[in-house]
């Protein structure tokens, strides 16, 4: 029975996070959140954009991925995903500007079905990165 | 006796040339840091995600998605990743042999063309193979929209049964001084047997079929656009190196002409001289 769980988190541009011993790993998966902790089922989703955070320790360190996904098999838990970023690394004048813009798009009506998708995808990128911020 | 003018024009045009060849080196040094960075960060990426894709195409029925279909058929298009520009080893024709080789395989098969790079199409172009697309200047404008973009056509060729299978010809990024070419199916994407891990019980969210559509998407496109990435960081390390030995070659041929200029220099003073004390002995007599 181990523990402790390996996390890896990767981007195209980086290597976010690699940890050998994580106690929780939360992520925002495609119905709904979940919390991950050593021993899990083995599984595999696609992720909503939000807050991912892990455990380690008394420490909690938390990001904001978007869209991606999230396996977990024998205690490895690897997240790939679009774009990641710690707290402290977002940009929130961005983030509130993008989301006045995705807002404002989804006033439109007649928009086609793929761009209201795009369009609320952005919204919620957005969000995810403003909600964080509250919180601080 | 050789003209000393001359040999003294050659030096000059050969200082010359070595200047570009160092100045063409220093750019391409520069270059290639940032495309060396590039290809390493985004190679993690690409082997989790193949990773992933293997745990989860090993427990799904192959023909789940039009993407495996490893279906039987003669048509075959090669997506060649050549450079834009020349001088760099051999870096283009290294691409191109491979090319001519995995057409020779495929000999009875019918072949067609994807080309990226200028000197590839220079090459292709007067041969007897279709060229389906080309993407010139791509090491100028290349990014990720432009893989997903690549993907998508490759994709749609592919799944409206156009073509039956797909390769990539690129060079890999091994060290600076090293570049592989590799030649890689792209389509249909066959996954690696996975050894051992407990494949049963699988929790899928959203589900099997919506993960697999997502997944094997992304996949082709990181392929690609990892492709393209060790492509453009080899090509800079091939053009570094090729012009550092031209620079290197060039340092010694002007050594060498310039001993030979001042050998030749003091041949023509020492019979200069001779002449001098000839005549002065003549007239003495």
């Not at chain 2, 749609?156 to 030649?183: A, C, G, H, P, T």
């Not at chain 2, 070659?249 to 002007?254: F, G, H, L, Q, T």
């Amino acid at each position: 029975m181990a523990d402790k769980l390996f996390l890896a988190l990767v981007t195209r541009e980086r290597e976010v996070v690699v940890d050998p011993d994580v106690d929780q790993v939360n992520i925002p998966g495609f119905d709904g959140d979940m919390g991950i902790m050593a021993d899990h089922a083995p599984l595999l989703t696609i992720l909503r954009p939000g807050r991912f955070s892990y455990q380690k320790g008394d420490e909690e360190i938390e990001l904001v991925i978007s869209h991606g996904y999230a396996e977990v098999t024998n205690n490895r838990v690897t997240i790939l995903a679009e774009s990641a970023e710690f707290l402290h690394e977002i940009d929130h004048e961005r983030a509130e500007t993008a989301r006045a813009a995705a807002e404002k798009l989804l006033e439109e009506t007649g928009l086609e079905e793929e761009a209201f998708k795009e369009a609320q995808d952005k919204l919620f990128r957005a969000l995810a990165r403003l909600e964080t911020k509250k919180s601080d | 006796m050789p003209n000393l003018r001359d040999v003294k024009q050659r030096i000059k045009s050969t200082k010359n040339t070595q200047q570009m060849t160092k100045a063409m080196k220093l750019v391409s040094a520069s270059k290639l840091r940032k495309a060396q960075e590039a290809i390493q960060t985004a190679r993690p990426y690409g082997h989790k995600l193949r990773d992933v894709l293997n745990h989860l195409v090993a427990r799904c029925n192959n023909d789940l998605h039009p993407l495996l279909d490893n279906r039987t058929g003669n048509r075959v298009l090669l997506v060649v990743i050549t450079a834009d520009r020349g001088l760099c080893g051999g870096f283009n024709s290294n691409i191109v042999k491979m090319t001519q080789e995995l057409i020779e395989e495929n000999k009875d098969s019918d072949i067609s063309l994807f080309i990226a790079g200028k000197k590839g199409l220079d090459f292709f172009q007067s041969r007897p193979y279709p060229i389906e697309d080309k993407y010139l200047g791509w090491t100028k404008d290349f990014g990720y929209l432009k893989a997903v973009e690549i993907g998508e056509m490759l994709a749609q060729l592919f799944v409206e049964n156009k073509s039956d299978r797909i390769y990539m010809v690129y060079n890999e990024f091994k060290s600076i001084i090293q570049q592989e070419v590799i030649r890689e199916q792209l389509l249909p994407i066959v996954p690696e047997e996975v050894d051992g891990g407990d494949m049963t019980d699988y929790i899928f969210e959203p589900d099997e079929e919506a993960i697999l559509e997502d997944l094997l998407k992304e996949y082709m496109t990181t392929q690609i656009y990892r492709a393209f990435l060790e492509s453009s960081a080899s090509e800079h390390g091939a053009r570094m190196t090729a012009m550092d030995a031209a620079s290197r070659n060039a340092k010694e041929m002007i050594g060498k002409l310039t001993l030979f200029y001042n050998r030749t220099r003091q041949a023509y003073i020492t019979k200069e001289l001779i002449e001098i004390v000839n005549g002065a002995e003549a007239l003495k007599g």
